[in-house]
Structure formats: structure tokens, C-alpha cells
């Protein structure tokens, strides 16, 4: 399959446009066609466009209120929706849980029917509870976008990872993709599974066995403990941090045992092929997961997602709107 192939018709195109607007959140990949992501996936390609240019905005979302309702800590997550909604020309509110009335134990709930009262129409949610932008999407106007919930999904990483890939290797048939480390706690490694199988990669995960639960079997991927071995011939490595906050015991002896078992440094880059593409969603624990030379070399992308995130944000925003009752105004360049 070749990037002609990526391209959707117009037709295809229309249809997903409108499943995408039904759906009116953005909640997960698991339930999103091929032809949905692959129309975020094109849509990112238009608004990446316009970072190029003097003025990066567009009047799309003029009128529109976008909120952030995090109540888990992010930087990239947070950051590039604030930046692409004010991009889309929408006024944005970030909401700080820590000094809101939920610390009074003010509900969930009462939080986001407070929040939409004020006239939100893009509700972006980060929750540690799996399920909760769902829940909230059962129970408000507005629409949600689910911006990691627990261990579910982070779908606008899945495909901001899915955009980097196809933007450094033009396809997704056949690829060797490794998804690497701390699989049980991801949120990221479901949505990238999700994604990537559905566009045609095919997807190992590879870690220690108490970090890698057997129902993923059941996703369509290989399972792997042997680093060296998955890594073989790789065409993209993509490096999940072992998320401390989230082990409830120790499920790995130690770092220092982690670091010599599943540590990708310069070495053992050269069992996969030459031109592998290093990913890793950040934030990144250096000399852990990752060695300081290939987070910083030349097979990195890790920067590269972090700007790509920004479009595929835009883009699931300006899917999005047409669900919060007006027309997209198509931006100059759109393909
Ligand atoms: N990748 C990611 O979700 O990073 P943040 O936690 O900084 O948002």
C-alpha cells in the first residue's frame, strides 16, 4: 500500500467527515473506523500547512469556547490543545482542578455541567478513571474529547503517533511496529494498537511479563518479553515511560534490571533496520526506557510528535465542530 493508498475519496472522505460529526466526542480509536482516522490523518495534513505560515491561525472555531478539564498533570497534552483551539480562533479556558471547587468536593459532574452553564462547547478532558470522558459525554451538550482517561485510551496520541509515522514512511502496510515497556498502564499502547492495526501495521508489543497483560492477544499483535528479538528489523520503536504513579506493587525488581532488560540505546538500534523511527510519547525518563543518545539522535521523532500534536489537534477540533451546530469553514490548503 503506497500514500495514494492513505488517500480516501471524496466520497469516503464525506461518509467519514459525517460518522465523525455523529459521533459529535472523541472518546476513543477502538470504536473509530479506518477511513475515520484516516480522514484526522489527512485533515492534520492540511493544518500542519499552516504552521509554515506568518499567521498560523484560522477563523474556524471563532465564536466556539473550548475548555481544558484536567485533572491529571500534562504538559504536551494540555499545552497543544490550548494551542490549537486558539489557533482555530476559539476562546479557551483552562480549568485548574487543583484551585477549583472540586478540591471542595465538588463532583465531577457539577464540575462539567458548571463549565458548559458558562457556554463550553468543547469539553477536553484528562481523568485518571477509565470511562470518565464517556460518562461525561452521556451527560452534557458540549462535546467531549478524551485527552487520557486511566488505563483506556489517548486517542489524539494514538493519532498524532499514527500522523508521524505516515508523514516519515509514507504507509502503513507492512511495517514492523514495536511498542515497547510498561504496556499494562498504557493508555497510549491501546490507542496506537487501535490505530496502526486498523491502518495496517503490523504491531509488536514487547516488555516485561508483568507489564504485558495476555488479553492483548486478543488486539491482533505479537507479544514479545525478548527486547532484542522484537526489535528485529523494526521500522519504528515506539518507547512507553514506566509509569510509576500507576503501580499498585512492584511489578519489575528494579530500574537498574529494567534498564538492562528493555533500555533501547545505541546498541541495540542496530538490530533493527537502519532507517528505524525511535518514538516515545514523553514525557521521557532518560537513562530508563531511552539512553540520552537515541533521544537525541538522528532516528529520533519525539519532537517531531510534539509538533504533529498541535495539528491533530486542530484537526479532531475542526471535525469536531460541525457536531456544535455550525459550518466548517474549509482553511486555505485543505486537500
Ligand atoms: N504524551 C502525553 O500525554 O504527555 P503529557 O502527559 O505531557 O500530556
Redesign the pocket.
Known amino acids: 500500500m503506497s500514500e495514494q493508498d492513505l488517500m480516501l475519496t471524496d466520497e469516503e472522505a464525506r461518509d467519514a467527515a459525517q460518522s465523525i460529526v455523529r459521533r459529535k466526542h472523541l472518546l476513543g480509536l477502538e470504536e473509530m473506523s479506518r477511513e475515520e482516522i484516516l480522514l484526522i490523518l489527512q485533515t492534520t495534513r492540511s493544518f500542519k500547512q499552516i504552521f509554515t505560515r506568518s499567521v498560523k491561525k484560522v477563523p474556524t472555531l471563532r465564536g466556539k469556547t473550548v475548555v481544558n478539564l484536567f485533572f ?7 499545552t497543544s490543545f490550548e494551542l490549537a483551539a486558539k489557533r482555530l480562533s476559539a476562546d479557551v479556558v483552562n480549568f485548574a482542578v487543583s484551585t477549583s471547587s472540586v478540591t471542595k468536593g465538588e463532583t465531577l459532574l457539577d464540575t462539567a455541567r458548571t463549565i458548559e452553564a458558562m457556554g463550553a462547547d468543547f469539553i477536553v478532558m ?1 481523568h485518571r478513571a477509565s470511562g470518565a470522558p464517556w460518562y461525561l459525554s452521556q451527560r452534557i451538550r458540549a462535546s467531549v474529547l478524551n ?2 482517561d486511566g488505563t483506556h485510551e ?1 486517542p489524539t ?1 494514538g493519532l498524532l503517533d499514527a500522523y508521524t509515522i505516515m508523514e516519515k514512511k509514507g504507509r502503513f502496510e507492512g511495517l514492523k511496529v514495536v511498542i515497547c515497556g510498561d504496556i499494562v498502564h498504557s493508555r ?1 499502547a491501546r490507542s496506537n494498537i487501535w490505530a496502526l492495526t486498523k491502518l495496517g501495521a503490523k504491531v509488536t508489543i514487547v516488555g516485561p511479563r508483568t507489564l504485558i497483560p495476555r488479553s492483548f492477544a486478543e488486539y491482533g499483535v505479537t507479544i514479545s518479553y525478548d527486547l532484542k528479538e522484537a526489535i528485529r528489523d523494526a521500522d519504528v520503536i515506539n518507547l512507553l515511560r514506566i509509569q510509576m504513579e500507576r503501580q499498585q506493587r512492584n511489578l519489575f525488581p528494579s530500574i537498574r534490571e529494567y534498564r538492562l532488560l528493555y533500555q533501547i540505546n545505541e546498541q541495540r538500534l542496530n538490530l533493527a533496520r537502519p532507517d528505524v523511527l525511535i518514538m516515545h ?3 521521557i525518563n532518560r537513562g530508563v526506557e531511552i539512553s540520552q543518545g537515541v533521544a537525541d539522535g538522528p532516528a529520533s521523532a519525539i519532537n517531531e510528535q510534539v509538533t504533529n500534536g498541535v495539528a491533530v489537534r486542530m484537526a479532531a477540533l475542526y471535525l469536531l465542530v460541525g457536531a456544535t451546530g455550525v459550518e466548517q469553514e474549509v482553511p486555505e490548503g485543505e486537500a
Open positions: 491529571e498533570n500534562s504538559t504536551r497534552t494540555r484528562r485527552a487520557g489517548h496520541q497510549v510519547p514523553g514525557p
